[in-house]
């Protein structure tokens, strides 16, 4: 649910790849209950939309499997550093190329005068959407201080989430506190010895 909603009104990418079909399940958490589902390029009642981007497609020799960076991830992290430092519209620009890029069908942002904070959200929506199953967004997360403790300025608000009950709430507030990174397990200690100065090897935050 929360990945839907980062999903612009007339987004092509979104009415390529899923469709409506709840799911509750809060074995793991409010994570697995959704009013949505992939849809599958294998099926025979998939009707794709030209010159969009398929997220899920089961046939044989179909799937592509990245192992390295993309033109979508460069292109992100140009749009991240542009924002940041202060050529906003430069980095809107990169955001616009990744949405043409795939597809989205989407008006530009770039040129559109957006604040730092909204050019900012222009780029969060983009990274979780255009950069979907890269193995990327925890990363982004960590990053931008969202995983921490809502106390030290982490944490999202505005949610949309969906009780086991099936009862939809689009204002809840998620409190992650997740830990940035692990220990350094203790068999990988035990044969390299962390040296005097060197980076910590337990995660002061436990």
């Known amino acids: 649910m929360r990945l839907i909603q980062d999903y612009k009104t007339g987004d092509q990418r979104f009415a390529n790849n899923f469709k409506s079909q709840q799911h509750l399940n809060q074995v793991g958490g409010i994570t697995f209950s959704t009013k949505y589902a992939l849809k599958d390029a294998a099926d025979a009642t998939f009707n794709p939309i030209t010159g969009v981007e398929i997220l899920s497609d089961r046939t044989p ?32 620009t990169s955001v616009d190329n990744v949405r043409t890029y795939q597809g989205a069908g989407l008006t530009s942002v770039s040129g559109t005068g957006l604040d730092l904070a909204t050019a900012k959200e222009e780029l969060r ?82």
């Open 125 to 206: 929506k983009e990274r979780r959407v255009g950069l979907l199953f890269k193995g990327l967004s925890f990363y982004d997360a960590r990053r931008w201080g969202v995983i921490y403790d809502i106390s030290k300025g982490g944490g999202r608000t505005g949610c949309t989430v969906l009780s086991s009950a099936g009862v939809l709430s689009t204002n809840a507030t998620i409190n992650y506190n997740f830990l940035d990174y692990w220990d350094v397990p203790d068999d990988e200690i035990a044969l390299n010895p962390a040296a005097a100065g060197s980076a910590p090897v337990v995660n002061p935050l436990k």
């Open 61 to 92: 020799g179909n799937f592509e499997l990245l192992i390295a960076g993309s033109y979508e991830e460069n292109e992100l992290m140009k749009a991240e550093a542009k924002i940041n430092s202060g050529d906003i519209d430069g980095g809107l």
